[in-house]
């Protein structure tokens, strides 16, 4: 008696019977022990068998489960530690301390010092309109002086002095709403000192403004 062999239900080829898996196309077989029930007349039929031998009836595709075996997948090693360390006592107080310095150690900007910018502007323009009479009252008026005495050039130079005076008193009060350049902003309320005007409105406003500016010199850039 020869040995018996078992077809593949993939490629149809015969296989030894004691082989699980398919030698050509390695499909997993079903051994001939196992049997088929025919769905028409019920008779039981080979495992290997596509047609019943009863009533030829197609017998139903018996799918065996093949599990593949677990591959071991390499897992990558845990990063280390080390490559960041943490912050040390010394970064994180340094990082607070700079805070700190940034946000409430800094001088704050005081109301003062803008005051004393607006009143240097404001005697630099009172110095300027009074400079401007002086050189049109000289340049038009011309008054009889003895001795030869040139009253209309000294008219003149007081309103040039008082121009020029205005204008840098004016000029220390933009620097002072800045914050900018303590000594030209100090300047211009010690020029503002030497504004006439009426009543010495200007050299008053300057001398109030000299004291909140020397006061809030730390307010400067």
């Known amino acids: 008696m020869g040995e018996t062999s078992v077809m593949c239900p993939s490629c149809g080829k015969q296989n030894a019977d004691d082989t699980k898996f398919c030698n050509f196309c390695g499909k997993p077989l079903v051994t001939p022990k196992e049997s088929r029930k025919c769905p028409s007349c019920g008779k039981e039929n080979a495992s290997y068998v596509m047609y019943c031998g009863n009533c030829g009836s197609e017998l139903p595709t018996v799918f065996v489960e093949h599990k593949p075996e677990a591959v071991a997948v390499p897992t990558s090693p845990a990063p280390s530690t080390s490559a960041t360390p943490a912050p040390s006592t010394f970064t994180t107080n340094a990082y607070w301390e700079r ?23 404001l005697a630099g323009v009172i110095a300027i309109g009074t400079g401007l009479i002086y ?87």
Request: with cysteine; charged share 10%; hydrophobic share 50%.
């Open 99 to 121: 805070e700190l310095e940034s946000d409430y150690l800094q001088p704050q900007r005081s109301s003062g010092l803008t005051a004393a910018g607006i009143m240097m502007i």
């Open 135 to 221: 050189l049109i009252a000289g340049a038009s008026y011309v008054p009889e002086s003895p001795a030869g005495v040139n009253v209309q050039g000294i008219i003149g130079c007081c309103g040039a002095l008082e121009l020029m005076f205005g204008l840098g008193s004016a000029a220390g009060g933009l620097f002072a709403i800045q914050r900018k350049h303590f000594v030209l902003a100090l300047l211009g309320s010690i020029v503002g000192l030497l504004t006439l005007g009426p009543y010495f409105i200007g050299s008053i406003l300057s001398l109030v403004s000299l004291i909140l500016v020397a006061m809030a010199h730390e307010e400067f850039e």
